[in-house]
């Protein structure tokens, strides 16, 4: 059995580990555009100096060699021909028997002014986009970076740490407004602040200044700002990367491939996982959608309906966040928060359970919080405040002696 993997992200080496113990003696084929393995959530230590190139990685230097995997580094896929079972890249066709498609996502550059053509215009969403930024990012002296996502904040916090004049732009008023509330987005933007980088919240990019080497000069904004810049990094978004399946018989909605609870497709030798099947973009889910797609692919039935996800742990500057489940609440909902000069917390309450958390500073009950929210445990029979209930609020001493969560009430 021949197992072809597009992508060497998280979902995809996963995905090929997993093949090799459950199939010892089949083949393993990785394609992928990148040239070496790099962590995502890295790709900003890699920019200030932090991690090289080794360190970067996140399997063994000899990982290919031992799991006797053949890696085509960096090698573009144009298409897939699924009657015929190959991968098609511009030197040669790839024949499979099982293929597993776990491209990611690639960022997405809106079309205003020269952002799509400049030289110094970049995403960051893989290694080469990561390289580009730290070589550029040598010789500039300000930055703009469009985006106050997670992602735009890596680069800012990286750029910050070589000590650059950054900028960052955002269309929402807030920073981090899909990972963490107003609240917990607000002590990031003063320590952002207080470490030199300036923010133009509520603003729109409506066009830019192109020099005569086509570099992007100044950024406009809609209130007429100019910000004068030599780099400019773009992170509002990313979509699938699936426009290699464009005339294939691959299902698709919007980019995104359409996945069962095998993460098959609809045709039932090729699978997917991670981003590009947009059900969720956090590590820990990629791998496991890359070990019950790979699982299935040898055929140990196994299904993937973990759709939760954290929305996220946000760390800079020292200061910790995770977030779980809502934001903010709905009307009807309660809200319970406390909060101290080291600390922020906020617990969403509907029909007595918990629906969102959220926990700055310290972070040490996460687990706890998140299976509450994860398994929709009612909370409201257990006559303690919220901060006051804990696991033992919720198990029991069975006959092993080992302890069990049950449902209170």
Known sequence: MKHVIIGAGAAGITAAKTIRGLCPEDEIVIISEDEQISSRCMLHKYISGERDNETISFVPGDFFTENKIKWYSGVKVTGVDTAAKKVLTADEAVNYDKLLIATGSMSITPPIGALQTAKNVFGLRVMTDAKAIRERAKKAKQIVIVGAGLVGLDAAYALLEMKKDVTVVELIPRILSINIDAQAAGAYQKLFEEAGCKFHLGRKVTDTVVDSEGNVSQVLLDDGTALSCDLVVVAVGVRPASAFLEGSDIARNNMAIIVDKYMATNNPDVYVAGDVAGLSGIWPNAMRQGYIAASNMCGDSKTYDDTFAIKNTVNFFGLVTLSVGMLD??????????????SYQKVIIRDGCIKGVILQGDISNGG??????????????????????????????????????????
């Not at 609440?329 to 080291?342: Q, T």
């Open 329 to 342: 609440p709905a009307d009807g909902d309660s809200v319970v928060m406390r909060e101290d000069r080291n």
């Open 368 to 409: 706890f919080w998140q299976y509450l929210i994860k398994n929709s445990i009612k909370i409201d029979a257990i006559k303690k405040p919220v901060w006051k209930i804990s696991y033992a609020d919720f198990c029991t001493l069975d006959e092993s002696g080992e302890y069990r969560w049950t449902v209170a009430g």
